[in-house]
T-cell receptor
Framework: GAGVSQSPRYKVAKRGQDVALRCDPI?????LFWYQQALGQGPEFLTY????????KSGLPSDRFFAERPEGSVSTLKIQRTQQEDSAVYLC???????????FGSGTRLTVV | DAKTTQPTSMDCAEGRAANLPCNHS???????VYWYRQIHSQGPQYIIH???NNETNEMASLIITEDRKSSTLILPHATLRDTAVYYC??????????????FGQGTTLQVKP
């Protein structure tokens, strides 16, 4: 596709439920990032992949958060036992290797009730 | 990591130039200044970046002071569609060279008719 695609666009989860958020990066983009954006705040870095390798997961807030990119293209962010504080927009971005500017998707808005 | 300081909000009249300032007094010699913007309900959009020289593209101009401690993003003829949150970011290159972006609060630019 022409851009970074994220699905679902909106997700409502009951507290304690597991969720999986999908990111389809631009074809051929080596780098992939996940960010979390709470209401009224700037995006916060969660994790980074270069192809299938997860090189930086320093931003993942707890061991309930897990991300994977097994074939170096599509990535999934999984949140186990969701809590209310997990409510946020989850953004995915991708770029070619060495690129300076990243392309972001429109995000998945997660609401935990 | 170098940090940035931006005004919380600014107004601009439609058709006039919007000048958005950013302070980054602790920037190091090999760090770039990036600007992104985020229109409501969308992911951030890359605008422009620079190291020490002024830069211009189809979207905006970036003026960096000689000491590199501050910069200004210029939208030469603001339109209503330029209403957004504008983020000034100094790119972080960690040991894993992820190039992750550290977003602050940004400047909310309101373009008025």
């Amino acid at each position: 596709g022409a851009g970074v695609s994220q699905s679902p666009r909106y997700k409502v989860a009951k507290r304690g439920q597991d969720v999986a958020l999908r990111c389809d990066p631009i074809s051929g983009h080596v780098s992939l990032f996940w960010y979390q954006q709470a209401l009224g705040q700037g995006p916060e870095f969660l994790t980074y992949f270069q192809n299938e390798a997860q090189l930086d997961k320093s931003g993942l807030p707890s061991d309930r958060f897990f991300a994977e990119r097994p074939e170096g293209s599509v990535s999934t962010l999984k949140i186990q036992r969701t809590q209310q504080e997990d409510s946020a927009v989850y953004l995915c971005a991708s770029s070619p290797v060495g690129a300076r500017g990243y392309t972001f998707g429109s995000g998945t808005r997660l609401t935990v009730v | 990591d170098a940090k940035t300081t931006q005004p919380t909000s600014m107004d601009c009249a439609e058709g006039r130039a919007a000048n958005l300032p950013c302070n980054h007094s602790t920037i190091s010699g090999n760090e770039y200044v990036y600007w992104y913007r985020q229109i409501h309900s969308q992911g951030p959009q890359y605008i422009i970046h620079g190291l020490k020289n002024n830069e211009t593209n189809e979207m905006a101009s970036l003026i960096i002071t000689e000491d590199r401690k501050s910069s200004t993003l210029i939208l030469p003829h603001a339109t209503l569609r330029d209403t957004a949150v504008y983020y000034c970011i100094v790119r972080v290159d960690g040991s894993s060279n992820t190039g992750k972006l550290i977003f602050g609060q940004g400047t909310t630019l309101q373009v008025k008719p």
